[in-house]
């Protein structure tokens, strides 16, 4: 079996034994990190809806945040991990940290310069990006929304370059710290609201909110770059692009870029249809996109965020190699499953005592609460799918093909076009419901789509390295243990349901999560004593 384990110069690390030990406790770190800063933006999500609601004010914020957001994804997380972190970790498995340092170096610069360049032209352009990305806004809703975003690109161009010290610390295995930076970002969006939002109406209110919003995003980055600068022992930019490594980085960067920008057209084409749906489509898609990104941030992105330097660090013959990769792929999917599963069940069966713990309070009302539920429910769909895809995507990232992703990326995007629009604007006329529920169908059909995409990436990358996946048998005992969970979640969401919001998610989500884990450990399922193991020690 090949050896994934490299000895970095500035951390001491255990050695990987038989079981992934080194694997599963850094995705328990990934998610502990994850988890702090989620948790931190629901509280800042719950504080949003108090002042806000699903007002025009909230529509327009959240559709300008969207616009500068597309930059901080393009740049982001995904992508430099995909182009940065295989070819860097791989230099640092080689001993070679004084060209890990300058190919850093090199793409710390690079990044700074086009990032600078967009910001600019985002700016300017703003008013035809309004008329591109929410076309259904008019009179003063459309005037705030190119107002919030002006305010907000130079902060997306922060957060892009996080991205960037996200790549670096995941490299030296220092997960926890990269995760939970965003905590900065959102702490200082709600001590905005909370200093602010009895002072100010809501159009005034969402201004100021922005401004917050970009000095939190320099804050993220600040937090990070002392270890950074310690890790590299200096930064050493320059725009050297003839380096191999570099040009590797950038060559690499691109299928990934376009990749993440064809996803994001898929998003935008979601916010698009959702503006021209009735008020407070917009603002509701994003509180339950919110949700949703739970499970997939905790669970997808943790597993997938730690397998990646350990599989970009994998040494020996083709056949070491791809009998490493399916070992953590299988490992990887059993721990996403072993999570995401109860988070479908939850969701669709008890995600109204979710929703309204979060969100019910102030502007945000009960019929809110049903609204955004459904728009969940039918998220469910593709929860399971997306998270998985991530992992494949890793392990195709990690064999330097980043192409492959993306002819399927674009296929999904195609379907989700499609589907989206059949789905969120002739449909709900043709059945004889509310155009607003509309917007359940674009989740509807974003998650089918991302069905086709999953198939697709495991069917061509078990050609590749061989079979992977996990058994039926195993899929079936988690079914059993999530719907048992929320028949009983069910249960007492009815018996108590007059509880407020936060108390009956007490005595409904501790049961809930109570039963799973019996039940689950019953049917000899391990997952839950490594979970515990993790959890205490």
């Known amino acids: 079996m090949a050896n994934f384990n490299s000895t970095l110069p500035e951390t001491q690390f255990e050695k990987s034994d038989p079981h992934d030990s080194g694997s599963k406790r850094y995705a328990f770190s990934v998610a502990a990190g994850i988890l702090i800063s989620r948790v931190a933006g629901l509280i800042r999500d719950r504080i949003f809806a108090h002042y806000f609601g699903n007002s025009d004010a909230a529509d327009a914020f959240k559709a300008a945040f969207r ?12 992508v430099l991990s995909a182009s940065f972190i295989p070819v860097y970790a791989g230099l640092l498995a080689h001993k070679d940290n004084e060209e890990a340092r300058r190919t850093a170096g090199a793409i710390a610069a690079i990044l700074a310069l086009v990032i600078s360049i967009l910001v600019l032209i985002g700016i300017l352009t703003t008013p035809y990006l309004i008329d591109i990305i929410a076309p259904g806004f008019s009179g003063e809703k459309r005037e705030l929304t ?8 130079p902060g997306a161009g922060f957060l892009a ?5 996200l790549g670096i610390l995941n490299s030296h295995r220092r997960f926890f710290l990269s995760y939970t930076a965003p905590v900065v970002w959102n702490a200082t969006l709600i001590a905005t609201m909370l200093y602010f939002g009895s002072r100010y109406q809501q159009y005034p209110l969402a201004e100021i909110l922005a401004w917050g919003s970009v000095l939190g995003s320099g804050l993220q980055v600040c937090v990070q770059i002392p270890s950074v600068l310690k890790i590299l022992k200096g930064l050493f930019l320059s725009l050297n692009y003839h380096s191999r490594n570099v040009k590797t980085v950038v060559v690499n960067f691109v299928p990934v870029f376009v990749g993440r920008g064809v996803v994001q057209i898929s998003a935008y084409v979601d916010a698009l249809l959702a503006s021209l749906l009735p008020t407070g489509a917009v603002a509701a898609l994003t509180y339950a996109q919110t949700i949703y990104m739970l499970p997939v941030s905790l669970f997808g992105m943790s597993v997938s965020a730690a397998q990646l330097p350990l599989m970009s660090g994998a040494t020996g013959n083709d056949h070491e190699v791809a009998n490493a990769l399916r070992t953590r792929l299988d490992s990887g999917l ?26 019910q309070t102030g502007q945000f009302v009960r019929a809110d609460v049903f609204y955004v539920w459904g728009i969940l429910a039918g998220a469910t769909v593709g929860l399971l799918s997306s998270t998985f895809g991530r992992l494949y995507s890793s392990a ?16 999904r995007v195609v ?4 589907l ?9 006329s043709a059945i004889g419901i509310n155009p607003r529920w509309g917007v359940a169908g674009l989740t509807i059909s974003a998650g089918i789509s991302s069905w086709v995409e999953f198939i697709l990436l495991r069917r061509s990358l078990n050609r590749r390295i061989g079979r992977t996946g996990l058994k039926a048998r195993y899929i079936a005992k988690l079914w059993i243990a ?18 407020s919001p936060i108390l009956l998610a007490v005595l409904v989500l501790l049961p809930f999560a109570t039963v799973y884990f019996t039940v689950s450990m019953a049917l000899g399922l391990t997952d839950i004593r490594t979970f515990f193991r993790r959890l205490m020690g």
């Open 161 to 165: 370059f996080s991205a960037w010290c």
């Open 415 to 418: 379907l989700t076009t499609v």
């Open 420 to 428: 989206g629009y059949l789905c969120a604007i002739p449909l709900p």
């Open 334 to 359: 059993r721990h996403i499953a072993f999570f995401v599963l109860p988070s479908v069940a939850a969701f669709l069966l008890i995600g109204d005592v979710i929703v309204a713990a979060i969100y």
């Open 482 to 499: 999530a719907l048992t969970a929320a028949a009983a979640g069910w249960g007492l969401r009815n018996y108590f349901a007059h509880q």
């Open 396 to 411: 195709y990232y990690a064999l330097r093909d980043t192409k492959t992703p993306l002819r399927f990326a674009i296929l």
């Open 67 to 78: 616009i500068p957001n597309f930059l901080q994804n393009l740049f982001g997380e995904g």
């Open 146 to 153: 190119i107002r919030l975003v002006k305010i907000l690109f």
